[in-house]
């Protein structure tokens, strides 16, 4: 049962980012700058992200360490982060939601099984093999269908 509850969380986690994408679009027409529009959305995210830090840290009786210095590892997913969230603001009215969308699919796939084949950061390792291998290449076929035809 939890399986199928996270699944469908996954879904509306990718239903999230084809929403957020037209959005912060229409964010960088307004301010003018792809770049200001990216970093007031992660803004945003970010305050609201440290009231329910806050809020379930007090709740939890959690003490945090304010001091303690992130890892640039950490780091470089803000940056991957922001990269991400500035590319599709400035994508979106070039080529569509739909086609980014496939392409954001496709470069997620690639990259996790690459990432899943290495056992990045102790993740398990799984076997790059010809069933995963043919998934990527039609998902890849699929999005270069959907962004030309």
């Known amino acids: ?24 679009a229409q964010l960088a027409r307004g301010l003018g700058l792809p770049v200001a529009a990216a970093a007031f ?12 830090s806050i809020a379930f840290t ?19 997913g803000g940056i991957l982060g922001a990269s991400y969230v500035t590319l599709s603001t400035i994508l979106i009215p070039r080529i569509g939601a739909a086609a980014l969308m496939a392409f954001l699919v ?4 690639l990259a ?3 990432l899943d084949r290495i056992g990045f950061l102790g993740m398990a390792v799984r076997e790059i093999s010809l069933g995963r291998v043919a ?10 269908l959907v962004r030309l035809y």
């Open 112 to 114: 996790g099984m690459l």
């Open 135 to 144: 998934g990527a290449v039609l998902l890849l076929a699929g999005a270069l």
């Open 106 to 109: 496709a470069g997620q796939l």
């Open 58 to 76: 007090r709740y939890n009786d959690v003490s945090l360490d304010w001091r303690a210095p992130a890892p640039w590892l950490f780091v470089v």
């Open 41 to 52: 959305s992660f803004l945003s995210g970010a305050v609201v992200l440290g009231i329910l």
């Open 1 to 24: 049962m939890m399986g199928l509850v996270w699944s469908v969380l996954g879904i509306l986690s990718g239903a999230f980012i084809a929403v957020q994408a037209p959005i912060n």
